[in-house]
């Protein structure tokens, strides 16, 4: 993709405070598109910021009206907001089963419902979903975070058949483990973060854990143009992980 490949493009980025979100931001904001950020935080280096839960789906659709008064109807949705509680399957309530689900698979229902009409009065667009290599391994650990990707992963295919007349091309990025405050976090609750940080390390064959920035690459490749004819992929970014789960 070039320098100022998405000049004038309206983009909006949920997460885009920390880690994965705010690297995407960065990116698209350097290629030229005018970002709208989400997230619960304040939300630096974005032409606008708007604070919202991603379970209010009045105030989403809000931000989403108040994007386009500003920037025009966004053809660019990258979806990186999302919780990820610890708990077993059988440890974790019901409670945090059903909010998990509402804030990582939801959410991008709400999203997709409010940006699709304007990105069909554009002639098309591109979704990007946040999925995790935690979808498609077993994550004793993980047990809700682990099922709402799975169920993030079904959304994206379905998606992307409903959306493909309309030309709106619908992806998801599936990393491993990243180096975000999410990530860093699940290291502290262990009982020697450093040893658990080497542990996470040694699952991936190229010897390091990933970068905000490795997946925002690949989140702006299928956000643009270069990615025309691909929809409905979910693409692994793990460092090798997915080859051998060690």
């Not at 998990?100 to 409010?114: E, G, I, K, P, W």
């Not at 860093?184 to 990933?210: C, K, T, V, Y």
Request: aromatic share 4%.
């Amino acid at each position: 993709m070039g320098t100022m490949a998405l000049n004038g493009r309206a983009a909006i980025v949920t997460g885009a405070a920390s880690g994965i979100g705010a690297a995407v931001a960065r990116r698209l904001r350097e290629q030229g598109a005018r970002v709208t950020g989400i997230d619960l935080a304040e939300t630096a280096d974005v032409a606008l910021f708007r604070q919202v839960d991603l379970r209010d789906d009045a105030a989403l659709a809000q931000a989403v009206r108040a994007a386009g008064a500003a920037h025009g109807e966004a053809t660019i949705l990258v979806h990186c907001a999302g919780i990820c509680p610890p708990g077993s399957l059988l440890d974790t309530d019901d409670a945090t089963y059903l909010d998990t689900y509402d804030v990582n698979v939801l959410s991008a229902v709400r999203l997709l419902r409010h940006c699709v009409p304007g990105m069909r009065a554009r002639g098309g667009g591109s979704v990007v979903l946040a999925s995790s290599i935690n979808a498609r391994f077993a994550t004793p650990t993980l047990a809700a975070y682990a099922a709402s990707k799975a169920a993030v992963e079904s959304l994206v295919r379905t998606a992307a058949l409903e959306l493909a007349p309309s030309q709106i091309r619908v992806n998801a990025v599936a990393p491993a483990s990243v180096d975000t405050p999410m990530l860093r976090a699940s290291f502290q609750r262990a009982h020697d973060p450093a040893a658990a940080r080497e542990r996470n390390i040694g699952r991936h064959p190229l010897g390091r854990l990933g970068t905000a920035e490795d997946v925002a690459a690949l989140a702006m490749f299928l956000a643009g143009d270069d990615s025309r004819w691909i929809t409905g992929a979910v693409i692994p970014i793990d460092g090798g992980a997915a080859v051998t789960r060690r």
